[in-house]
């Protein structure tokens, strides 16, 4: 019983610490809210999932080309699209990191 | 002790609760401390599981009587280890594993998938608290394990069916699958409820789904072995209503896995996925409902309950909050680029999806069936097995057939020249196979054929792609043959981890063909010095010897194999009386030919006082290829689950910035 009760009384002190610990680590925070990815930040994972995905798709495409699963002739018509696509996604998001990046000159800001 | 399980409970239960009221909070109103709060407490309910757990399992090692569970499903004389494994024995028990399995998973999950971005994560704490608060109020409130009573001087003792070292792994292992597609499910209700489709969801859950459908997968097959040993009827599945449970979200779980390959390579099939998630989840419930609910009749439905409204009724909050909250989202999930062609690997992967659902939802229809028919006319109407046959095999053999397809065809689109150049081996290869196995006379089953035919068509086909892949690599600059041969699957584990398990599936397809198609069954009475041939094997009985052990009295019946002259072994079929439980368990004997993948299967039907046997005799071609499969198939699960820390690196990259902890 002695053993129960303690197990019981630790147990308790570990759940209520646990459930409190953000509290008592930061009593009065500077920022309490929860921080999600902006609209830009957003977009630039939009753009990024685009860009990894043409170029697995270029990758595969190149790969089953040689192991014969696409013939030349689909190979040709395939290749270029994807290229298109790949090189789109590249040129965006290169776009967006220079645009982010004047901005935080602009406003002296680290993000 | 039974007090520090009800305590750890109730405190298990209020940590859940919190996790899903204030994390639904946090997570709507934005609040950071309170989230990070919200996701404590999941691993404060953990550790309260974990002791309630404990406590249980020291009172079964004890012989704690003064716990109703203990004494409703043990005894004195039982061996220790069936004693450790009654935890899950009994309807308490095991969904007290369910609420174990469910905390460490939420934990492991919410602390390692943090690809899946903030705002997702704080919301799939409070769906992960919700499923836990379900099975904790029903820990306490409903069925607990702590109930307690004078203590008795000995317990009722454990079903003898569960005394068999399968016990040991067969439910934990079912239960870390079933539980375990909780964490997909969560992933994608969180995901859905931050407003968030991107891939995320899928990148963060990508592990977890592929661990919970290969411990399903693993755990099914070690039911089936353990049916094949312990229940004695010469078969290893049945089309049983829970063996059913257990099959339904594996085959929703296994669509999800291929289609989920469509959304990430062309962003296509959002609501398709989503909905199949909650499939998976939906059913691994409705799998346990089944079980636990006592509402079905069946050989491993062990526990008659009250449950089963409690079940029901978070079934369909489940499914119309899903439903719901899929609607709500649609604008979110539309796909952003269409399917090319009708021939292409992602139209094959269509396909497969179809017959996998279909499959699932046929079976389920033959589960609910009677249920309904009971409910709407009293009367309960049979499905049995030339139901489940018919739709194994209008689904079975094209899904098949589409295992040797698939890997053939390029994604996006497929040239009638390139599919020529590519089907040709394979297609020679099973068309000569085909009519080899008609020529040797195998014909007797035309679905044993085709079965045979598809299976050599796939198992040719994985060959050529590895064979292929290989060459390219070497001429890519890889040194060596298995240089080049480790270099391909290296570089894409999913992909070739899955044609291995899909290996796995070409044996087992082989291995219940073999069994069922082509078996053969004799029975007959022999007296002592009678004997009986089946398919060329002489078996001669010369009667019985009986044996003691500690919880059960054991007769066995002596028959020795011969081939021709040649003297096989003796095989020693019989039964076991079970003191504590009353009850008559059929020992079979089971003799194994490793050259031909074979069994022998010999089943006491009928122990006679005037001296003789009733002897049932199997000779089940293939059947071991079904066991192989298993191993195949946790290879190819592991190949596919092993870290590749190329793909790490580009997520990595991909999510710098969006990732890091509440």
């Known amino acids: ?111 | 002790m039974p007090d520090l399980g009800r305590a750890a409970l109730v405190t298990s239960l209020l940590l859940l609760v919190y996790s899903f009221t204030v994390g639904s909070w946090a997570a709507w109103r934005g609040r950071r401390r309170l989230a990070e709060s919200a996701q404590n407490a999941l691993l404060g309910s953990f550790a309260a599981t974990l002791v309630a757990a404990a406590v249980l399992l020291a009172a079964l090692a004890r012989h704690d009587f003064s716990f109703r569970y203990v004494a409703d499903h043990t005894s004195r004389e039982l061996p220790l280890g069936y004693t450790l494994t009654a935890f899950w024995g009994g309807q308490e028990g095991s969904l007290l594993l369910w609420l174990l399995v469910l905390c460490g998973y939420s934990c492991a999950a919410v602390l390692t998938a943090r690809r899946a971005g903030r705002e997702i994560l704080a919301w799939v704490v409070p769906v992960l608290g919700l499923v836990g608060t379900f099975f904790a109020l029903l820990l306490v409130f409903v069925a607990s394990p702590f109930a307690t009573q004078a203590a008795a001087a000995d317990g009722a003792g454990l079903n003898p069916s569960l005394q068999n070292p399968y016990m040991a792994v067969h439910p934990p292992m079912l239960y870390l699958g079933y539980v375990g597609l909780t964490v997909p499910f969560a992933f994608a209700m969180g995901a859905l409820l931050a407003g968030r489709t991107d891939e995320r969801w899928i990148v963060a859950t990508r592990r977890w789904t592929l661990a919970a459908w290969a411990f399903l997968g693993v755990g099914q097959l070690l039911g089936a072995h353990w049916a094949y040993v312990e229940i004695g009827w010469g078969g290893y599945y049945a089309w049983d209503p829970v063996e059913n449970a257990a099959l339904m979200p594996w085959l929703a779980a296994t669509a999800f896995l291929h289609s989920v390959m469509i959304q990430e390579k062309r962003g296509m099939l959002k609501v398709w996925n989503v909905l199949l998630v909650a499939l998976a989840f939906g059913l691994s419930l409705f799998g346990t409902f089944l079980t636990r609910s006592g509402i079905i009749q069946s050989i491993h439905s062990f526990t008659q309950s009250s449950i089963g409204p409690w079940f029901l009724g978070f079934i369909c909050f489940i499914t119309a909050g899903t439903l719901t909250l899929i609607f709500w989202r649609l604008p979110l999930l539309r796909a952003k680029t269409r399917l090319e062609s009708l021939v292409s690997r992602e139209a094959t992967f269509l396909y497969n999806n179809l017959l996998l659902v279909a499959l699932a939802l046929t079976i389920l229809w033959g589960v609910v069936y009677p249920l309904l028919s009971q409910l709407v006319t009293g009367q309960a109407a049979t499905v049995s097995k030339p139901y489940y046959n018919f739709f194994l095999h209008a689904f079975g053999l094209p899904l098949l057939l589409l295992m040797g397809i698939g890997p053939l065809v390029a994604w996006r689109r497929a040239s009638l020249r390139a599919l020529g150049r590519t089907f040709l081996w394979p297609l020679a290869t099973a068309v000569a196979a085909g009519i080899a196995l008609l020529a040797l006379g195998a014909g007797s089953s035309r679905v044993g054929v085709i079965a045979y035919t598809f299976s050599i068509f796939v198992l040719a086909s994985i060959l050529l792609e590895f064979l292929r892949g290989t060459a390219a690599r070497k001429a890519l600059g890889d040194s060596g043959w298995l240089g080049s041969f480790s270099s391909l699957i290296a570089r894409n584990r999913r992909r070739y981890g899955g044609y291995v398990v899909h290996a796995a599936v070409v044996l087992l397809a082989i291995g219940v063909a073999g069994s069922s198609a082509y078996q053969t069954v004799r029975e007959t009475r022999l007296h002592r010095g009678d004997s009986m041939t089946v398919a060329g094997n002489r078996l001669v009985f010369r009667g019985y010897e009986t044996s003691m052990a500690s919880n059960h009295r054991s007769i066995r019946g002596l028959v020795d194999v011969y081939r021709g002259n040649n003297y096989l072994g003796r095989l020693k079929p019989g039964k076991n009386q079970y003191f504590a439980e009353d009850q008559v368990s059929n020992e079979v004997a089971i003799r194994h030919d490793l050259l031909t993948g074979g069994d022998l299967f010999l089943i006491a039907d009928q122990v006679n006082a005037d001296g003789s046997i009733d002897l049932k005799a199997l000779q089940k071609p293939l059947v071991n290829l079904i066991w192989l499969a298993g191993i195949v198939f946790i290879g190819g699960s592991l190949i596919a689950l092993w870290p590749d820390a190329r793909e790490e690196r580009r997520l990595a990259a991909r999510y710098a910035g969006a990732t890091a902890s509440l």
Do not use: W
């Open chain 1, 1 to 111: 019983m002695t053993v129960a009760l303690a197990v019981g009384a630790v147990l308790a002190v570990v759940c209520v610490v646990l459930v409190a610990l953000p509290f008592l680590r930061e009593p009065k925070p500077h920022d309490d809210r929860l921080a999600v990815p902006d609209e830009v930040e957003q977009r630039r994972l939009s753009l990024a999932e685009d860009r990894d995905r043409a170029l697995a798709a270029l990758k595969e495409l190149e790969f089953d080309h040689r192991t014969g699963k696409v013939s030349d002739d689909d190979y040709r018509a395939l290749v270029a699209p994807l290229r298109r696509k790949a090189a789109e996604a590249l040129r965006a998001l290169d776009l967006r990191a220079e645009r982010t990046d004047g901005e935080r000159i602009r406003t002296g800001g680290n993000r």
